[in-house]
């Protein structure tokens, strides 16, 4: 996979992705095979349920990858009672002689599929590992091919414009109240106890369960993003079943869901200055994408640019769907997350700018999300996490931040279903602290507009000595196997294939 479709596909695994395209069914017609002995701990492989291994059949499937089925209680205080079924799938390592373990991805969202991730990055990790893993993922409940549940909301509530909260361009809220308070109620209705079952906390068991179905000891990580919260309570509730592991692009685990979101405000903020800088770029002239000689004059370009479209939206290529400030907005806040996107901001400013310009939306906007991907992401956000219930706080919030950071104009503090949500969060977060092993090696963009920088750093802190960070001198979302930087790339591989770790955090030029 080349670095740009690496980069492709964490843009679209994410938060407000549009998960149409992942498999719904990864049925196989499968043989019954006996879960793997770990080679590095001698471990037979424990009472769990037997998985059945076929080669995978859905769209994107590599060679060799094999799909299966893994049960696990629906809730765990009921063991015996009412299971779902997670999606799960393996790379086995091409060189038995040389493997050393299981290597696990835990992908971002939430809302993302850990078997599309294994099928996007499972060749370039192949060639990284040498033999020395058996890499695997699983889709969390709600997700790719595991247990679903739904939510009920009518289309035109499941448009991505609808799903975010971009308050109205004179600042209200009104409208994204009443839609929350609607989206809160149909969940309630139509979840059941599937929906009220995702959380990071089940699927940290669940990933426990996967380790012992696959007759793992310990098991090493790769989690990203959203996953690195997963893996570090996973290293929290079980240390000594981890063996190597690596978080990237790590979120800020002193806050949960909405706090994240709010990251995000100054994420898009910093990271703009290196959109700026490619805008200005004599390169892009050739291509008609040059949007200005000097880079500080990107910046008030774009905020006028979207303050014209918030009063007077323009016709664009999508039928009865105009181009506002908000969705100017919105393509900005993902094209950001990697370089090779910024042509896609650049097209529609140039096309504003022409009197007779037509802008052409990004596809995302021109379908609905699937229900089910809804209730993905909204029941691990909802669940885990108490959020803000009152319309005064929100408003406060918003305005505050529409006026620090204009480029997201109140979007990340404003109010979402979750808000309104029935099912009020029972356990409290895990604190992660740095007891355990010291095993765990930390990368980071500088600039993220997703995962900040400086919530990265209060992982590093909380994690103590039991992490050291690799700083990426670079921008977008995603760093191992995504940026091109050698240095980067070789201190993760290292660390996972022979086991070297640096002594003290380090950094990596760009």
Known sequence: MTINARKALLATLSV??????????????????????????????????????????????????????????????????????????????QQPDERRGTLLLIPGGPGDSGVALLSGMGTDLRKEMAGAYDIVSLDPRGMGGSTKARCGLPESARQQMALNAWPA????????IARAKEAAAACARNGGSVLRSFSTANEVRD???????????????LGISYGTYVGAV???KYPQRTDRWVLDSSVDPTRSHP?????????????????????????????GLRLGRKAEGIRPSFLAMAERLDKHPRKSTVDGMPLTGN?????????????????????????????????????????????EAVASIAGPMCNDARWPHTAAAYRRAVEADRSRYPLTAG?????????FWKNRPATKLTKITGDGPKNVLMIQNRSDPSTPYF?????????????????????GHGAYLSNGNACGDRTVTEFLTKGSRPTRDIRCAG
């Open 207 to 221: 990933i426990d369960r996967f380790r012992q179905a696959l007759g793992e000891r310990r098991i090493s990580a």
């Open 16 to 93: 407000t992705a549009v998960a149409a395209a992942l498999p719904a069914n990864l049925a196989c017609t499968a043989k019954d095979t006996h879960a793997p002995v770990s080679q590095h701990t001698g471990a037979t492989a424990p009472v769990a349920p037997r998985m059945k291994w076929a080669p995978c059949s859905q769209q994107g499937a590599l060679r060799g990858q094999e799909c299966s089925t893994l049960k696990v209680p629906l809730d765990y205080r009921h063991p015996d009672g009412p299971q779902a079924s997670l999606a799960v799938s393996r790379l086995r390592s």
């Open 327 to 371: 969705i100017l907005r919105q393509v900005l806040w993902k094209a950001l997350y990697d370089n090779s996107t910024f042509p896609q901001v650049a097209k529609l400013m140039r096309a504003v700018q022409q009197p007779g310009g037509t802008p052409e939306l990004p596809p995302q906007f021109t379908r609905a999300i699937p229900d």
């Open 169 to 176: 361009p004179d600042g209200r809220i009104d409208e994204n």
């Open 259 to 287: 706090g994240w979101l709010a990251n995000a405000a100054p994420g898009v903020d910093d990271r703009f200055d290196d959109f700026a800088a490619w805008a200005t770029d004599p390169a892009r002239e050739e291509a």
């Open 455 to 475: 919530g990265a750093l209060k992982m590093r802190k909380a994690l103590g000595d039991r992490a050291r960070l690799v700083t990426v001198e670079a921008g």
């Open 234 to 236: 996973y290293a929290q």
């Open 411 to 419: 979007m990340p503090r404003n109010v979402l279903l979750c808000a």
